[in-house]
């Protein structure tokens, strides 16, 4: 995406990749030096990733744990920082270990620049790993 993306396209784009299980092209969304963070992480998960390369080997197997299918309810508000946008949406797809359902409720604050994402807090349920085939804690993925 081009330097002049806005914040809320280049989201709705990650979004587009993310179902298209392109997660190289997601991951080159990101700044080299680019922060990922999960202030509800639990024991055993990452609570920060530092660098693009910490995010790919994170994401890398995502696709292999779930099969997201839609991203409904999205709703993307900005903030007083015009590179900084609240994302509150729901991702629904299925369990790839299990073929049973998935459904994940998000809130994420989200900072763009260059066209970048440069700092993601993605705070995700974390009850929802205790479900049967979402037991992330050996996997870079959640």
Do not use: C
């Amino acid at each position: 995406m081009p330097p002049t993306t806005s914040p809320e396209d280049l989201y709705r784009h990650s979004l587009r990749l993310l179902l298209d299980k392109d997660i190289p092209a997601w991951v080159g969304l990101w700044a080299d030096d680019g922060v990922m963070e999960f202030p509800f992480a639990p024991p055993g998960l990452p609570g920060r990733l530092a660098g693009r390369e910490a995010v790919a080997a994170y994401m890398r197997d995502y696709p292999d744990y779930i099969d997201l299918h839609d991203f409904p309810d999205l709703r993307i508000h900005r903030t007083t920082d015009p590179e900084t946008i609240v994302v509150e949406m729901r991702g629904v797809g299925r369990v790839v270990k299990t073929g049973g359902p998935f459904e994940m409720t998000y809130i994420a604050v989200v900072t763009v620049q260059d066209g970048h994402f440069t700092s993601y807090r993605d705070y995700w349920n974390p009850l929802a790993v205790l479900e049967p085939g979402l037991d992330f804690t050996g996997s870079s993925a959640r």
